[in-house]
């Protein structure tokens, strides 16, 4: 997809991930910490800038290249809060920002350039689907994000101004690029590196996957 406008990447990785035991952002699949992972997965897919909101265990996050980290000291107030710090933390010239959630590594920069080009097309939020559901990667135009004040709280993001707004969103079906299964516990580790998944993953040096 040549010239797509320019968007921002958002990673929101400030969880404890208690089910897991442990801050998702500094698990490992194949040796990469998923939050490096997430930021590969928004700079392949065309992003820049990429932010990361950090909280949880943000001392012990590793470098981030070619991002920037935002630390949140609220983030135990839930994702609404890291994703209103996180938007709240991207350049005023940003027009749009697309966000992944780091514990999700089998999205593909593929279907975050297709977010961006429903975007090019015009749309001010576009969402990523599989099975017809909605997921992520999510795109959310600056215009949008002052919705997200009555929205985005406690544990909730986007999801639901997406129900309660759908006339704003264009759903981008990528069954086909990637998978949206999260990584809640150790014991889902396995499953997603399973062979059943293993077509779907993308490694560094997958950059036009």
Not at 1 to 22: C, E, H, I, N
Not at 87 to 93: K, W
Not at 106 to 127: E, F, K, N, Q, W
């Amino acid at each position: 997809m040549p010239d797509l406008p320019v968007t921002a990447g958002l990673v929101l990785a400030a969880g404890a991930g208690r089910r897991y035991g442990r801050p998702k952002a500094l698990v490992e699949l194949d040796g990469e910490p998923l939050v490096r992972r997430g930021v590969r997965l928004l700079s392949d897919g065309g992003c820049t800038p990429v932010h990361v909101v950090i909280g949880a265990g943000a001392d012990e996050v590793p470098d981030l290249p070619g991002a920037v980290p935002v630390r949140h000291d609220r983030w135990p107030e839930g994702l609404g809060s890291s994703l209103r710090r996180g938007l709240a933390s991207l350049p005023a010239d940003v027009p749009a920002a697309v966000v992944v959630l780091v514990d999700q590594p089998l999205l593909s920069p593929t279907a975050v350039r297709r977010v961006r080009g429903a975007y090019a097309d015009g749309a001010i939020i576009a969402v990523a689907t599989y099975a017809g559901r909605p997921g992520h990667p999510v795109l959310l135009a600056r215009e949008t994000w002052p919705l997200l004040d009555g929205y985005a709280v406690g544990d909730r993001g986007a999801r639901d101004l997406l129900r309660d707004r759908p006339e704003l969103v264009v759903r981008v079906p990528c069954d086909d690029v990637g998978s949206p299964v999260d990584v809640d516990t150790p014991a889902d580790l396995p499953r997603t590196v399973s062979a059943a998944d293993a077509a779907l993953r993308w490694s560094p040096r997958d950059r036009r996957s």
